[in-house]
């Protein structure tokens, strides 16, 4: 395993500060090392930390992803955030365009911050060529309607080198580092990251979800080839037509018909 430099440590009063442009009795929770970032924003949640509030950790011992799956995050290789978010009960929240916008501003922030260039994989992945650089998991517990209550989480792989991720992922993931050949400044990226989110999430509150559909349309791995997904436990191959956070996922199957899955039952979209 190689020795990345180490990562410096975060500029607080940056971070603070975008953070307060859009809202300002948002909280921030800046910690060294936390079991999960998504654990403690739901704990800081139950104690009334309003929308927006953000916590930010250097390493999580028990990050996680979509599915229950394990999300690698050692210390200072990543931007790993969770965000409080209480949206308006009415009309209702819809969890999948908050994924998808989210989605589309974390590829928007990554490329402004630095220059990398990112696909979205369905649902909530995305992809610097072939390999996974970030994902993206939004959770709720103890849903009210009157009172929604939702945590968003994303990790970013920032500094690691390909011998640093287990040896099941060295195919399949990437970092920054591993893109551009450094490491970069980990504030800029979070910066980068509240005012993107801050952003289309304004749109999505605004109404404005056919643009959200659009641009996660507009970056979206794998469309016009070979794929594979899961609709539900049935797999399906084909090529892949479109994607919506709404209408799902549609692929032309080899006898020329085309498949609509469900975005609640899509899954593992994967190239063929």
Do not use: C
């Amino acid at each position: 395993m190689t020795t990345a430099p180490a990562a410096a440590a975060y500029d607080r009063a940056r971070v603070e500060a975008a953070l307060l442009r859009g809202g300002e009795t948002r909280r921030l929770e800046i910690r060294d090392e936390v079991p999960s970032t998504q654990d403690l924003a739901f704990n800081l949640a139950e104690y009334g930390a309003p929308d927006g509030s953000l916590v930010v950790a250097d390493r999580q011992t028990r990050g996680r992803g979509r599915l229950g799956r394990t999300w690698e995050s050692p210390a200072g290789a990543g931007v790993w955030f969770s965000a409080v978010l209480r949206p308006p009960a009415s009309p209702p929240p819809r969890p999948p365009l908050l994924v998808a916008a989210t989605a589309v501003a974390v590829s928007e922030a990554l490329e402004r911050a630095t220059g990398v260039r990112t696909t979205i994989r369905w649902p909530n992945d995305l992809l610097a060529g072939e390999r996974k650089i970030a994902g993206i998991l939004l959770e709720t517990r103890d849903y009210e309607p009157a009172a929604p209550l939702l945590v968003l989480g994303v990790g970013i792989d920032t500094g690691q080198e390909e011998a640093d991720f287990p040896p099941d992922l060295r195919a399949s993931a990437t970092s920054v580092r591993m893109e551009k050949g450094a490491a970069p400044d980990r504030t800029a990226v979070l910066v980068a990251m509240i005012e993107a989110v801050d952003r289309w999430r304004a749109r999505v509150a605004g109404g404005a979800h056919g643009a959200v559909e659009e641009a996660f349309r507009d970056r979206a791995a794998y469309l016009e080839r070979p794929v594979t997904l899961l609709d539900g436990s049935v797999k399906v191959a084909g090529v892949l037509l479109s994607v919506s956070p709404v209408d799902g996922v549609v692929v032309v199957l080899p006898d020329g018909s085309r498949r609509t899955v469900r975005p609640e039952h899509a899954r593992e979209l994967r190239p063929a």
